[in-house]
């Protein structure tokens, strides 16, 4: 188990990876040096009976906001103090043209474990030199202030942000992030997918 914090600074997490066998309500105990147990419960699916895209399979081929036709998101970016640079096009007219593609749900004014912003900043710096080689995308989760579910974002039928999605060439999920992830996690995913 390895703590993370490298561009998350302010929520460090530890990183663990556990292979369910079994599909059910798991609990969780975990015990960090001079701290109190922290318990949790955490429900674990069946992939294929999980709603949302899942690695292995194709990430949805959805309409995603762009500054030409912003399907009512206001704004397409939540980035200050410039929205970041992952809009100019749809997700459904990038996939297939032959590049990897990075995409992003995530709100970084308006996120509800404050963790957005600084994941998007990963995906940022970790794709940097790599983004004439990346489809990458960030797609909003609320449409506006009134926090109603952005259409794109409910088309990916999760009700977890952040979460990022890597796919390959051809579309197809090899990795997914469900909640707050740091740069080392990104840098390392990024060059999984660029191999």
């Known amino acids: 188990?390895?703590?993370?914090?490298?561009?998350?600074?302010?929520?460090?997490?530890?990183?663990?990876?556990?292979?369910?066998?079994?599909?059910?309500?798991?609990?969780?105990?975990?015990?960090?040096?001079?701290?109190?147990?922290?318990?949790l419960v955490i429900p674990?699916?069946?992939?294929?009976?999980a709603a949302w895209p899942v690695p292995g399979g194709p990430l949805p081929k959805v309409a995603t906001p762009t500054p030409t036709n912003t399907m009512d998101v206001n704004p397409i970016?939540?980035?200050?103090?410039?929205?970041?640079?992952?809009?100019?096009?749809?997700?459904?007219?990038?996939?297939?043209?032959?590049?990897?593609?990075?995409?992003?749900l995530s709100t970084p004014a308006r996120c509800q474990a404050a963790t957005c912003g600084p994941v998007l900043e990963s995906i940022i710096s970790e794709t940097a030199e790599a983004r004439d080689r990346l489809n990458i995308v960030h797609v909003e989760v609320y449409t506006d202030d009134s926090l109603k579910l952005s259409p794109a974002f409910e088309a990916f039928k999760t009700d977890s942000e952040p979460t990022a999605y890597f796919a390959d060439k051809n579309g197809i999920v090899t990795e997914r992030f469900n909640g707050p992830f740091d740069q080392t996690e990104a840098h390392e995913a990024i060059a999984r997918l660029l191999a």
């Open 1 to 39: 188990v390895a703590m993370r914090k490298d561009g998350v600074p302010d929520h460090p997490y530890f990183l663990a990876h556990h292979d369910f066998d079994v599909p059910g309500n798991w609990a969780l105990q975990v015990t960090v040096k001079n701290k109190q147990p922290g318990r």
């Open 44 to 49: 674990v699916i069946d992939p294929t009976k």
């Open 77 to 104: 970016c939540t980035r200050t103090p410039e929205a970041c640079a992952f809009h100019d096009h749809s997700l459904d007219t990038l996939l297939g043209n032959g590049k990897p593609t990075v995409l992003i």
